[in-house]
């Protein structure tokens, strides 16, 4: 099975500043037949359902907010929150859905400083 | 606009069965893979099982060991989870969630809100 680790598992930081979360995989992503990285990023808040932030690495959902970014290749991977809101307090997880069973990072804690 | 409402969850036995539904509208139910996701509370996300969009296609976390089975009715824009010889551990909110694509390789772009299951004595 692919285990997906996530760095560092919380972090706080100011409104206005950047985030940056790291989701590496113990095997590739990259799917060489059509080029596409086969990892999803998703925000949850408290008692709320997960909600899909980024897929294929880097193509942001649609009605995400563009200060989130994905980016990576391969078996390393950065979500990134450019200019953090407060709205944007919540756990992050990354997904592989390169091969079955798909997994889960354990996830990352944002909160404000 | 996408809806996933999930039911049957319930408090059950260790040994016991238990069918969860995901009821889905808003879209067209059979172009989409559909999947279950599991966590308990206070913890992370954890994969459960998908089904293609045509349903001739499922697959399962290793650690299910055969006792789950995932279904899909086209015709009622209905998903199924089949839980049989629960354990403790299977205590989890269940979540079911849509695919971006027909693929079962695909992000999850849809969410529903959960069901509980609990197994315990």
């Known amino acids: 099975d692919i285990v997906m680790t996530q760095s560092p598992d919380s972090l706080a930081v100011s409104l206005g500043e950047r985030a940056t979360i790291n989701c590496k995989s113990s095997?590739?992503?990259?799917?060489?037949?059509?080029?596409?990285?086969?990892l999803a990023w998703y925000q949850q808040k408290p008692g709320q359902p997960p909600k899909l932030l980024i897929y294929?690495?880097?193509t942001r959902e649609s009605g995400v907010p563009d200060r989130f970014s994905g980016s990576g290749s391969g078996t390393d991977f950065t979500l990134t929150i450019s200019s953090l809101q407060a709205e944007d307090v919540a756990d992050y997880y990354c997904?592989?859905?390169?091969?079955?069973?798909?997994?889960f990072g354990p996830g990352s804690k944002v909160d404000i400083k | 606009e996408v809806q996933l409402v999930e039911s049957g969850g319930d408090l059950v036995q260790p040994g016991g069965s238990l069918r969860l539904s995901c009821a889905a509208s808003?879209?067209?139910?059979?172009?989409?893979?559909m999947s279950w996701v599991r966590q308990v509370p206070g913890k992370g996300l954890e994969w459960v099982s998908v089904?293609?969009?045509?349903?001739?296609?499922?697959y399962y976390a290793d650690f299910l060991k055969g006792r789950f089975s995932i279904s899909r009715d086209n015709s009622k824009n209905t998903l199924y989870l089949q839980m049989n010889s629960l354990r403790a551990e299977d205590t989890a909110v269940y979540f079911c969630?849509?695919?971006?694509?027909?693929?079962?390789?695909?992000?999850?772009?849809?969410w529903g809100q959960g069901t509980l299951v609990t197994v315990s004595s």
């Open positions: 969630a849509k695919g971006t694509g027909g693929s079962c390789y695909s992000a999850l772009d849809s």
């Open positions: 808003g879209f067209t139910f059979s172009n989409y893979s």
């Open positions: 089904i293609s969009g045509s349903g001739d296609r499922t």
């Open positions: 095997r590739n992503l990259l799917y060489s037949s059509n080029n596409k990285n086969y």
């Open positions: 294929w690495a880097s």
């Open positions: 997904q592989q859905y390169e091969s079955i069973p798909f997994t």
